[in-house]
């Protein structure tokens, strides 16, 4: 069994910024790429900004400059920086990682944390 679990969501001003972290445990051997995903109310989830076991990033253009993915494949852990945030970021942030197995791949979610940007 794999469990990730996020931290580090809560309240922020709009132009603050705030860190994300989702560490990954259980019987893990390797994991392939890891990102951040988001809902808002109402809306389906969507990607935020994913990154691979190499390092390449991808992000949402609606977060491009500024937010920053980053993993420590040591610690199994994958950080979200987000800065100058804006209202329109305010969702449940979800972690995913994809794990080989064999010629498969399996993807494994986090619980979610919320994020709220307002003043």
């Known amino acids: 069994q794999v469990q990730l679990v996020e931290s580090g969501g809560g309240l922020v001003q709009p132009g603050g910024s705030l860190r994300l972290s989702c560490a990954a445990s259980?019987?893990?051997?390797?994991?392939?790429?890891m990102g951040w995903y988001r809902q808002a109310p109402g809306k389906e989830r969507e990607l935020v900004a994913t990154i691979t076991s190499g390092g390449n990033t991808k992000y949402a253009d609606s977060v491009k400059e500024r937010f920053t993915i980053s993993r420590d494949n040591a610690k199994n852990t994958v950080y979200l920086q987000m800065n100058s945030l804006k209202p329109e970021d305010t969702a449940v942030y979800y972690c995913n990682a994809l794990l080989p197995s064999g010629v498969y791949e399996y993807e494994y979610w986090g619980q979610g944390t919320q994020v709220t940007v307002s003043s």
């Open positions: 259980g019987s893990i051997f390797s994991i392939n790429a």
